[in-house]
């Protein structure tokens, strides 16, 4: 699938997971679909988001991983977030949560690609 978000061309697939190599993208992830318990959304940040930052379920808010990574306070309105509620699977061109992410249990996989705005991949 295939979706227009403001200034963004979002793509989807998913697919069966065969233990393939997961490559290292900015614009691209890759993540485990059935983890991904309810409906993710692309929006912008709101109060109360955090971010799942190490397997054992640890979280970190948004607002701070963002001044951790020293990006700009009139930049951080404008980031892309794919998220589930307050829980950040994905700030597009930095990081992704941990939540979702594929490991030997994974089954299928959903490849989210990010274009258009400031991306340049």
């Known amino acids: 699938d ?18 393939e190599l997961i490559p290292e993208k900015t614009y691209t992830k890759w993540f485990d679909y059935d983890r991904i318990k309810q409906y993710a959304v692309f929006r912008t940040r709101k109060s109360g988001d955090y971010l799942i930052i190490n397997a054992s379920g640890g979280h970190k808010k948004l607002k701070d991983y963002l001044i951790d990574c020293k990006i700009p306070r009139q930049k951080r309105d404008d980031l892309l977030l794919l998220a589930v509620g307050n829980e950040v699977l994905w700030i597009v061109g930095y990081r992704m949560g941990e939540s979702a992410i594929i490991d030997r249990n994974t089954k299928q996989m959903i490849e989210i690609h990010v274009t258009g705005g400031n991306t340049n991949e």
């Open 2 to 19: 295939t979706v227009k978000w403001g200034e963004y061309t979002i793509k989807t697939t998913i697919s069966p997971y065969k233990g």
